[in-house]
């Protein structure tokens, strides 16, 4: 079945064909790095990793670019107030962007291009640019690209450029022939960190890099283009005018925007001083429940953020991951038989693969989850489900965790060891049931119960589980 994607662009749902087949171009804007990442940054990221791995699950070869801003207003008065080079203290952060990416089990991306590791690129753009008429540059050395050569500004917001307003991401400038312009190089102030260009020194505006870095690295157009959906004006905008003034050709077939996390009705952001950052959240919830967080629910819609709400996340997806533990369980531990349930396992893969090809619905996907779990949950209590049968449903979860990564991927996956060590332990603790030793049997049930494994006694025998 073909994978259906909903197209800002076009705002409508689409049939996904890459470019080229069985290849996919991805580029996912990735942060300022001036602090340390927060929540909503979170979602976007688990967002665009899952769609990643699911792609790749499908067969794809998938390049995915994921930049830092490493120079920018921010970072310079951030730098500022802290004493510290503008460069040394995005590094910093960089440094962090990748040990609370580790918190939330997103997988790297193929390249991340650093802003101020690509100016060459970025200043021949800005030069083709101004070639081909579409761009001025001013008198004290900054360069602006002018809307007014283009017809179909705002094709992503369907707006007429006389409706829109000014994202304030860059002050007002005298020196703009139109308000709407946005610069494509920054002339530099005295003490800030600049690069030699045609202009003098400077640094590059925010949108020509992702433009700059695109090309670079995955050529003059790519199959999917992503971010949040406050990206979409002016940023992706604003990309889409750089690149095709100097291409001629459409920057990305496919525009994906994931919806904002909220704080009571506000979006979360540094801006606004609502954020809650990853480091912090993670030292009280653990990758797998922040990532069913934001996968149970599809990743257009808004989300509303709070603690009350990554706990019942929690709760939700335990009942999850104990039938996948007691699935494993039962394939040691359950009985043998001929029963066949491959129609039925196919039956649950058709489910998910229609909900993610329906636009990536985890939500659809989990609720899967959920139905498969109730149904083997009451085969293993009814001792109907065999062990050849709960097998399959292990590998069958195990393709649905590669895409979702809400299961720890270690849990079950040992060598043996364990089994054996429980069956001595099952065996010794018997034994000293016989001989009425209870305080030492009842010793080993408690202290493997500390150690998070809970025994069962069961009319066919005692059996084990982890909680």
Known sequence: MSILIRNTLSGAKEVFVPHED???????????????????HARSMIVFDMIVRYLRYCGYDVTHVTNFTDVDDKIIRRAAEEGVGALELSSRYIEHYFEDTAKLGVRKADIYPKASEEMGSIIEMVEEIIEKGFGYATDDGSVYFSVDKVENYGRLTNQKIEDMESSGRVALDEQKR???????????????????????KGRPGWHIECSAMIRKYLGD??????????????????????????????????????????????????????????????KKFDQYSIRFYFLNTHYMSPLLYSEEMLEEARTSLERLTNNYTDLKAYVKQGPSGDGDVCDVTDEYRTGFMDAMNDD??????????????????????????????????????????????????????????????????????????KRKAYDLSDLIRDRLGDAGIRLEDAGDGVKWKKT
């Open 221 to 282: 157009e790519i199959d999917i283009h992503g971010g949040g959906n406050d990206l979409i004006f002016p940023h992706h905008e604003n990309e889409i005018l750089q690149t095709e003034a100097v291409t001629g050709r459409p920057l990305s077939k496919y525009w994906m925007h994931n919806g904002m996390l909220q704080v009571q009705g506000e979006k979360m952001s540094k801006s606004l001083g609502n954020f809650f950052r990853v480091r912090d959240v993670s």
């Open 178 to 200: 139109n308000p709407m312009d946005f610069a494509i190089w920054k002339a530099a102030k005295p003490g800030e960190v600049s690069w030699d260009s045609p202009w003098g």
């Open 360 to 433: 990536f619905n985890t939500r659809a996907a989990i609720e899967v989850m959920f139905q498969l779990a109730r149904v083997t949950n009451k085969s293993m209590s009814e001792g109907t489900l065999s062990r050849e049968g709960a097998a399959r449903f292990v590998k069958l979860l195990d393709e649905f965790n590669g895409i979702l990564g809400i299961f720890p991927e270690d849990t079950g996956k040992d060598d043996g060891t364990l089994d054996s060590v429980m069956e001595i332990l099952i065996d010794l603790r018997s034994e000293l049931r």
């Open 22 to 40: 069985g290849k996919v171009k991805i580029y996912v804007c990735g942060v300022t790095v001036y602090d340390d990442i927060h929540m909503g």
